[in-house]
């Protein structure tokens, strides 16, 4: 909380003329989105400025551009509150809803915020999740079992395409790793927008989302 407050006091001097949100940031998108994208936490001057995950950042530019090219998003770019940005059939969220200094955050931070994943699945239908990165991968896990999916053990691991089908009284649940959208693994080339697009692909098409005119569905779900 600190954290947040203090950067959006300070400001980056790219955004010194911008009024900072500076608080927890919500999820994004519609309320009965049948896919969610799960990611890590909102960045410093990114989702802690505009108030919107994965807005106006490094980030925030791969996966809405990649969204897009899928059909889940009106347009490939988002960088303020008013630019127009409409999510079709998704939403988006992170177990962290307050910036982390260095954009990492704790197993305090995951645990505190915890509540805040576990309220907000309560109210969400999904049929297909996509997780950006391992923290999220493994916060994620123990809140779909305390929603009445049967994550197994040994839990599954993390890894880029993996698929995973989790049975519950909610109906199945289909789970999908993706490596982080952080520049790390972007500009070294881990993480591709191809790579990025198969996934979200291949999650929409489990979602029972419908493609947009002109793109194929994605039938290939085995991991």
């Not at 989105?33 to 807005?55: Q, W």
């Not at 493609?211 to 779900?221: C, H, Q, W, Y």
Request: aromatic share 6%; hydrophobic share 40%.
């Amino acid at each position: 909380m600190a954290w947040r407050e203090l950067v959006a006091r300070e400001k980056r001097a790219a955004f010194r003329d911008q009024e900072y949100w500076g608080r927890p940031v919500p999820g994004l998108g519609p309320e009965d989105a049948p896919l969610l994208v799960v990611g890590l936490a909102p960045a410093a001057h990114g989702g802690n400025r505009t108030g919107r995950m994965f807005t106006g950042d490094r980030s925030g530019d791969v996966l809405f551009a990649a969204l897009h090219a899928v059909g889940l998003a009106n347009q490939p770019t988002a960088v303020h509150p008013d630019d127009g940005l409409e999510l079709h059939h998704t939403r988006i969220t992170s177990p962290v809803h307050c910036a982390p200094p260095d954009n990492k955050p704790t197993p305090v931070e995951r645990d505190t915020c915890g509540g805040w994943l576990r309220a907000e699945l309560a109210l969400l239908r999904p049929r297909a999740v996509v997780v950006l990165g391992a923290f999220g991968w493994q916060a994620l896990l123990p809140v779909l079992a305390g929603a009445g999916w049967l994550v197994p053990r040994p839990r599954p691991r993390f890894g880029h395409g993996v698929h995973v089908e989790l049975a519950g009284d909610r109906g199945p649940l289909h789970l999908f790793g993706c490596y982080h959208v952080s520049q790390q693994n972007t500009f070294t080339g881990r993480l591709t927008p191809a790579m990025l697009e198969d996934v979200l692909r291949r999650a929409a098409y489990a979602a029972g989302i419908p493609p947009e005119p002109g793109l194929p569905p994605s039938r290939a779900l085995d991991a």
